[in-house]
């Protein structure tokens, strides 16, 4: 994390920026003229205007210049509650609705999301934030660390924000684990004694050196997961004389790295019942298991996750009904959906149909096309589906495309007779795409 300087995160072709402090209106002008140069993938503002003991860091035609000229280009506004107070004319803010009223008028300057960072709120036990989208509030709940090493806190949030986002994460958990690693480091540095100032420094690098710490804090999704996404489907099993719980612990056994139950033709009391054997099975592998299309199915059993398509229930009614914590994944065949999705809040798009497929009626065939213009477009990562198999799976992974994270499939692994046989052999030819790559 730093704190006078833009922080470039590249990948491939593309970036990632984060700003620090930012001292005079010439340098955010400078700025902006350099962002509009390079292909930016997103920008994370950190408005570095007040420090923590409460020292302006900025004169007023700075803070004009943020408003009206960096603002409009961000994808995330992080002020905390001083800097947000100053940021709108110096109103006071006390309460959690205070801080959602100032998101609300951040956002009227142009970002696309606005994180009011609660940390130097008194009196509570949490450290709460708030998150808007424009539409939706999110409160971020965390533990306040009671700790005198809080120097840099705000510049590391926004750091791991932005690495987050080229990871490829959407941009609501990419705030959750940004928050989650500042609120471990905290936890982790809370009785270091460096320096005689009123704050010290914590330890960015305490993974290093301790375990894990998971104080209310849950797994979030990898989007490594997405390599071999086994998707299942029950006429397949039927005709094979598996029942949903064997091909999922096939496919797992097999190396399936995710798992979706796509159960179009089955009863809600039956679907639930393998659903909750399926999440076991899952759970003691460590597989995410998603559910297709049914939100009550997987809020009952307790999925990881929701895939949903272009005429299911939309990304952003079932986050509001999963909460931030689960994995949404949704199907998109245009950059416009792929954006869309993004700022739903979905995880990961399905991209297809790559191939033709029988398995889906009337599913449009993008191509490796298609699959290029959402992979290039999208800022969440991406896996592929629509009639893939042991013969092309490996054409589609040399596409190397930077968001592409793997395959989804069904039928070349559910319709056959050895489930763990077929998943295995697919997960051989990917991972021999990926040692090439
Ligand atoms: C990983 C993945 N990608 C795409 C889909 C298709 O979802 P949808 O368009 O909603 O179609 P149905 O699967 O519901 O028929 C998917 N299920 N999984
Ligand atoms: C469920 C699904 N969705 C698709 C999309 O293009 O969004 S294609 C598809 C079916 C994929 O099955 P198979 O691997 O048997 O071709
Ligand atoms: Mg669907």
Redesign the pocket.
Known sequence: SGSSSSRFFRICRLTWVKTGMLPSAGIIKILCESLQKFPVKALVVDPVMVSTSGDSLSDPSTLTYYRDELFAMADIVTPNVKEASKLLGGVSLHTIADMRDAAESIYKFGPRYVLVKGGDMPDSSEAIDVFYDGKEFVELRGHRIKTRNTHGTGCTLASSIAAELAKGSSMLNAVQVAKNFVESALHHSKDLVIGNGPQGPFDHLFRLRCPPYNIGSQQRFNPDSLFL?A?TDSRMNKRWGHSIEDAVKAAIEGGATIV?L?E?DIESRAFLEAAKACMDICKSSGVPLLI??RVDIALACNADGV??????ISAREVRKLLGPGKII?V?CKTPAQAEQAWRDGADYL?C?GVFPTTT?ANNPTLGFEGLKAVCLASKLPV?A?GGINATNAGSVMELGLPNLKGV?VVSALFDRECVSTETRNLRSILTSVRCLA
């Not at 895939?307 to 299911?312: L, N």
């Open positions: 996404y998707v979706q796509r179009k297709n299309d895939h949903v398509g272009q005429s299911d994944g199907s399905g297809g889906k896996v589906i989804a």
